[in-house]
């Protein structure tokens, strides 16, 4: 199955700036998913990102708030702007191996406080 | 109503145990299911991928899909501490962009 690098693994940061987690994959893959993970909760898919085109983003999750990029098919990053506590979260990224029979797999995700 | 649900727990088990862990969805048009473990303040690790319906087998676990009665159940034999964590079902569709629906985890807990 493929490999997934997330990087950070965990920030603090204060409240107001912005931070860029970054996911590359060590295959190509045509879909790629972001997702927030809320303390004590389940995993909420927050958009899609499909390469050559604009995420699609879920019902809350707006493109200001959490601009996406895809530059290719082994990478892309996800931007938390203007953060506030209340974003405070762990933040996965996901690729679709469904194709090669391996389901779904993550990366170790970005542990993020905003302070 | 939840499109998936799953039993929060947590659940206590001894040693040795047989775990039995379920997910119920109201959405007919999953196709793909599937089972993480997540141990605090990792990621969720996949340990059984399944489609459709039937059955998977994987050293202690097994992943059952009733497609019919909306229903899938993962269970794990001879529970070990080492297998204390949260684990969540996960399900997608067979079309468009297949992102997945997770229940809300169970946490289990295996006594020593």
């Known amino acids: 199955s493929a490999v997934i690098s997330q990087k950070p693994s965990r920030d603090i940061c204060q409240r107001g700036t912005s931070l860029t987690i970054q996911c590359q994959v060590d295959?190509?893959?045509?879909?790629m998913f972001w997702y927030r993970q809320q303390p004590g909760q389940s995993l909420t898919l927050i958009a899609t990102?499909?390469?050559?085109?604009?995420?699609?983003?879920e019902s809350g999750f707006v493109i200001d708030k959490f601009p996406i990029s895809r530059p290719n098919l082994t990478f892309s990053t996800l931007t938390v702007s203007n953060m506030s506590p209340e974003d405070s979260s762990i933040y996965l990224c996901?690729?679709?191996?469904?194709?090669?029979?391996?389901?779904?797999?993550f990366g170790s995700g970005t542990r993020l406080t905003v302070v | 109503q939840k499109e998936v649900e799953q039993d929060p727990g947590p659940l206590s088990v001894p040693e040795g145990a047989i775990v039995s862990l379920n997910c119920t969805y109201s959405?007919?048009?999953?196709?793909?299911f599937m089972w993480y473990r997540q141990y605090s303040r990792k990621g969720p690790e996949l340990l059984m991928y399944?489609?459709?319906?039937g059955n998977k087998e994987d050293g202690r676990f097994t992943a059952q899909v009733d497609k019919s009665s909306k229903y899938i159940s993962l269970f794990i034999r001879d529970s070990q501490p080492s297998d204390s964590a949260t684990y969540l079902c996960?399900?997608?569709?067979?079309?468009?962009?297949?992102?997945?629906?997770f229940g809300s985890g169970t946490r289990l807990q295996v006594q020593p």
């Open positions: 996960a399900m997608a569709m067979d079309t468009g962009r297949r992102a997945l629906t």
């Open positions: 959405n007919s048009a999953f196709q793909y």
């Open positions: 996901s690729v679709d191996l469904i194709v090669a029979n391996y389901g779904y797999t």
């Open positions: 399944t489609y459709s319906s």
């Open positions: 990102a499909n390469q050559g085109s604009e995420a699609t983003y």
């Open positions: 295959s190509q893959v045509t879909m």
